[in-house]
């Protein structure tokens, strides 16, 4: 079984940063891809970015291309989402999730297992 636990969100002004944390447990995942997803009130879960975990291939959403880096620590199984320049409509409740296929699509079918969420929230 895998345990998927999110940390680091909390409440940012308009253009500030914040960097979230997911930390992995329960069996290896040198063949998995690990995902960021978000859903905001009233709103369908949206695909933000994954990564492979063997390879470290990346893949982004375009509204956050370029502001938001994913990394992971294969040493501590711990996933991270850098968010920079942080805008009003990036408040959601985010959630890190881990797929048994290597680069998989961006519906959230394609994740077996999902965190409990942390709720970005940023003012203008």
């Known amino acids: 079984q895998v345990q998927l636990v999110e940390s680091g969100g909390g409440l940012v002004q308009a253009g500030g940063s914040l960097r979230l944390s997911c930390a992995a447990s329960?069996?290896?995942?040198?063949?998995?891809?690990m995902g960021w997803f978000r859903q905001a009130p009233g709103k369908e879960r949206e695909f933000v970015t994954w990564?492979?975990?063997?390879?470290?291939?990346?893949n982004y959403a375009d509204s956050v291309k370029g502001r938001f880096t994913i990394s992971r620590d294969m040493a501590k199984n711990t996933v991270y989402l850098q968010m920079n320049s942080l805008k009003p409509e990036d408040t959601a409740v985010y959630y890190c999730?881990?797929?048994?296929?290597?680069?998989?699509?961006?519906?959230?079918?394609?994740?077996?297992?999902w965190g409990q969420g942390t709720q970005v929230t940023v003012s203008s």
């Open positions: 999730a881990a797929a048994n296929t290597v680069a998989p699509g961006r519906s959230p079918l394609f994740y077996q297992y």
């Open positions: 329960g069996r290896t995942f040198s063949w998995y891809t």
């Open positions: 990564i492979t975990w063997s390879g470290g291939y990346t």
